[in-house]
């Protein structure tokens, strides 16, 4: 279940937490996966808006993408956020981040690609 990013401080976090974007993205991903054109949608933000911030989750491993064939038999991807939980904690003088992040096996990250085929 918990999977910390030695790249994930406490500086990045609260980059990422002030952005209005990127917890919207998180926020809209936890309960669906998402297009990027429906985050733009329901996050009111630009296309390339979207991508950097998606950029930005996934060069984190807080939001992982998973590719679709739609009925006309193009690609694309929908993104879903894989963060539960950020714990910051001063310890002796400096902040120690932890980031528990959802677990999925190879399995079930097969089958989804599968069935996202038929």
Do not use: W
Request: charged letters at 35%.
């Amino acid at each position: 279940m918990a999977d910390t990013q030695d790249c994930v401080t406490a500086a990045t976090v609260g980059e990422l937490l002030e952005d209005e974007y990127a917890r919207s993205i998180l926020a809209e991903t936890s309960t669906e996966a998402l297009s990027a054109t429906e985050l733009a949608e329901r996050c009111e933000a630009s296309s390339p808006t979207v991508y950097r911030r998606l950029e930005r989750l996934q060069e984190l491993n807080l939001v992982e993408a998973e590719q679709r064939l739609d009925p006309d038999g193009h690609h694309y991807r929908r993104f879903s956020t894989r963060l539960e939980r950020v714990t910051i904690e001063l310890v002796d003088g400096e902040y120690q981040v932890s980031v528990d992040r959802s677990d999925e096996d190879a399995v079930k990250r097969f089958t989804k690609l599968y069935e996202g085929l038929r």
